[in-house]
Nanobody
C-alpha cells in the first residue's frame, strides 16, 4: 500500500532552519512528482513546493521562494524540504503528497504531517 511518512519538523526560532523529510513506499517513487503542502488552523492547505520525478524541475509558492528548497533521493525513496530563514508565518503542519494514477484514475496520497513551529 502507498505510504508517506514525514519527519523532521519541530520548534525553531525565526531565522532558523529545518529539513523535514518524507519517506515513501508502496509505489514506484522515481516515476512520480512529489509535493509538499502545509496547513495552519483556519487556513486552506497550501502547496509549498513540488519536484518532478527525476528532480530536474521544481516550483515554489511565492511566499517561500528563495528560502525553501525541495529535493529528492530516488534511491532512498525520500523527498526533502530544506527550510531556511524561517518566519512565524511558516508555522503549520507540513504534508508530503503524491498524485498517483491507477486504472486511468488519479488519487491523492498524504502523509500524516509533521508540525513546524516558528516562534521566538
Amino acid at each position: 500500500q502507498v505510504q508517506l511518512v514525514e519527519s523532521g519538523g519541530g520548534l525553531v526560532q525565526p531565522g532558523g532552519s529545518l529539513r523535514p523529510s518524507c519517506a515513501a513506499s508502496g509505489f514506484i517513487f522515481s516515476v512520480y512528482a512529489m509535493n509538499w503542502y502545509r496547513q495552519s488552523p483556519g487556513k486552506e492547505r497550501e502547496l509549498v513546493a513540488d519536484i518532478s520525478s527525476a528532480g530536474r524541475s521544481t516550483n515554489y509558492a511565492e511566499s517561500v521562494k528563495g528560502r525553501f528548497t525541495i529535493s529528492r533521493d530516488n534511491a532512498k525513496n525520500t523527498v526533502y524540504l530544506q527550510m531556511n530563514s524561517l518566519k512565524p508565518e511558516d508555522t503549520g503542519v507540513y504534508y508530503c503528497n503524491a498524485r498517483i494514477s491507477w486504472n486511468n484514475r488519479g488519487y491523492d496520497y498524504w502523509g500524516q504531517g509533521t508540525q513546524v513551529t516558528v516562534s521566538s
